[in-house]
Antibody, heavy 121, light 107 residues
């Protein structure tokens, strides 16, 4: 059973950088797309971006200028950095696995439990 | 971006009822459509992929249909444990996008 676990600070100050890491256990990190998805309190789901195990990335244009996703296959970890955060970035952040279809992520089949990141001074 | 519009936004039904949620894409996405269930305080769970395929371990009372721009998610006989918010999601184009969600509760 694949398990994903997010880790990182739960509180970030405005204008600073949000950094999260996802550790993948009990499964291979190869041959899948690894994603970050967020959900502001009481709102819907927003896809942030993905990294393929080979290092290819793609980001949501709404966040592209502030987002970096990286991967360390030897540690079975991938990470999210979001710069210049504001209160609008307060959300539960999920790390998620997706199956590859036609060169991109398709269905999101394994999710981390999510971690709430609050942006506040 | 492809816009995904779900209806209704919320729904109350009785145990045993047949429940239907629709999802409309702003352009043709073929069958590149998935459905998720999110219970309060939990991560979403994949129920249906490729519009009609039931994920392993998901009860058969859940089903999906449709292609192109119009999709339907059905619970054939509502159970108390089905109380959740349901989301559709397209993977035809980047960025991947979700519907706004349908909150389902018991009458």
């Amino acid at each position: 059973q694949v398990q994903l676990q997010e880790s990182g600070p739960g509180l970030v100050k405005p204008s600073e950088t949000l950094s999260l890491t996802c550790t993948v256990s009990s499964g291979s990190i190869s041959s899948y797309y690894w994603n970050w998805i967020r959900q502001p309190p009481g709102k819907g789901l927003e896809w942030i971006g993905y990294i393929y195990y080979r290092g290819n990335t793609n980001y949501n244009p709404s966040l592209k200028s502030r987002v970096t996703i990286s991967i360390d296959t030897s540690k079975k970890q991938f990470s999210l950095k979001l710069t210049s955060v504001t209160a609008a970035d307060t959300a539960v952040y999920y790390c998620v696995r997706a199956h590859p279809v036609r060169g991109g992520p398709s269905w999101f089949d394994y999710w981390g439990q999510g971690t709430l990141v609050t942006v506040s001074s | 971006d492809i816009q995904m519009t779900q209806s209704p936004s919320s729904l109350s039904a009785s145990v045993g009822d047949r429940v239907t949620i629709t999802c409309q894409a702003s352009q043709d996405i073929s069958n590149s459509l998935n459905w998720y269930q999110q219970e309060p305080g939990k991560a979403p769970k994949l129920l249906i992929y490729d519009a009609t395929n039931l994920e392993t371990g998901v009860p058969s009372r859940f089903s999906g249909s449709g292609s192109g721009t119009d999709f339907t998610f059905t619970i054939s006989s509502l159970q108390p444990e089905d109380i959740a918010t349901y989301y559709c999601q397209q993977y035809d184009n980047l960025p991947r996008t979700f519907g706004q969600g349908t909150k389902l509760d018991i009458k």
